[in-house]
């Protein structure tokens, strides 16, 4: 599961960071939205994936609340998944 958490991290916070800093300055400084809407609803999906496992890998490796928080938050921010990746993903 671990390994599968760690793709899905790694796919959404790409895909954050080229909607965020690609896609939505295309669409606002050329007036052009075709990358928002192809990398919109990818990006969404594998938001809502990194979500459902934050929430199993909540119970199945004991992290505390705060933990738990900061990986769910981490989708919210450019990078943060990379952060949690390195910080509660990776297996020593």
């Known amino acids: 599961m671990i390994k599968l958490f760690r793709l899905?991290?790694?796919?959404?916070?790409v895909s954050y960071i080229l909607l965020l800093?690609?896609?939505?300055p295309i669409k606002y400084l050329l007036d052009d939205p075709t990358y928002v809407k192809l990398l919109g609803m990818p990006h969404?999906?594998?938001?809502?994936?990194?979500?459902?496992?934050?929430?199993i890998g909540k119970n199945k490796f004991n992290w505390s609340y705060l933990e738990f928080f900061i990986?769910?938050?981490?989708?919210?921010?450019?990078f943060g998944t990379f952060y949690v990746d390195k910080k509660y993903l990776r297996i020593n």
């Open 44 to 55: 969404g999906i594998l938001f809502v994936g990194y979500i459902i496992f934050a929430v």
């Open 8 to 13: 899905v991290a790694f796919i959404e916070g």
């Open 21 to 24: 800093f690609i896609a939505v």
């Open 71 to 78: 990986i769910s938050a981490a989708s919210l921010v450019p």
